[in-house]
């Protein structure tokens, strides 16, 4: 793996109030191509946008926006601000209450809750996943972003199963979800300057909601393998097509 490519200067799209905003394009595929830049993001809470990040999104072409936020926290925080930056907004709610809104069960070790957490969205929110899935893969969409709430977790899950299913090897996968606990730190970094009341819930929180171990990626990559052929049979499962498939690759991998 190469750490260039990984931490390529293109990866963080650098935004003040919004901490994990990053391209998905430059990984390898396994057939010897590379995810495209500039065509699909993954992100945190877009609702935070200042008016200069809106300003770098708008430069950045952003047509669509899926939001896999609750309606709960939509209704609480707001949405892309579609007034400012018309594009297609999307709600895909892909979990219908937060950690935070339910009990769950403590681990001595991050990765376990994370894998636990990861096993429950995928068997609870498939069709979701599909739908999200399938509303991406539409080259009319690009450039897209898609964002919950710290871009780690719901966005995490979707992230692995799109550049799964385009090809890009496990350990990238892992790498990629790995770098969000850069962002978590800039998040929590930024919430005790502007937003107090944020950084003392993440201080109350379990240390695993805001962690990204991609030892947890690691092994709901490989369960996927298991349980259903990979991230495509997973999709497929759950009513994506072959036409949605042959898109995502399309728009997401270019070949020397």
Sequence with gaps: MLLEDLRHPRRVV????????????????????????SRLYRADGLQRLEREDLRTVTRLGIRTVVDLRTEREVEHHGAFPVDEHPVDWHHVSIVDATWGEMQTPAYD?????????????LEESAARFARAFTLLADAGTHPAVYH???????????????????????????????????????????ARVHLPELAERFDDAPRAFVAADPRAMS???????RDHGGAEGYL?????????FAAMRAALVSRP
């Design 14 to 37: 650098a935004l003040s109030a919004v901490h994990n905003f990053r391209d998905l394009g430059g990984y390898p595929t396994h057939d010897g191509g590379r995810t495209t830049w």
């Design 109 to 121: 070790d991050v990765a376990d809750f994370l894998v636990w957490a990861y096993r429950l969205m």
């Design 148 to 190: 919950c709430a710290a871009g780690k977790d719901r966005t995490g899950i979707l992230t692995a199963l799109v550049l799964s299913t385009v090809g890009v090897p496990d350990e990238w996968v892992a790498a990629d979800y790995g770098l969000t606990e850069e962002a978590m730190a800039r998040k929590i970094a930024w």
């Design 219 to 225: 092994v709901i990559l490989a369960d996927l393998r």
């Design 236 to 244: 497929r499962t759950h009513g994506v097509d072959d036409a949605a």
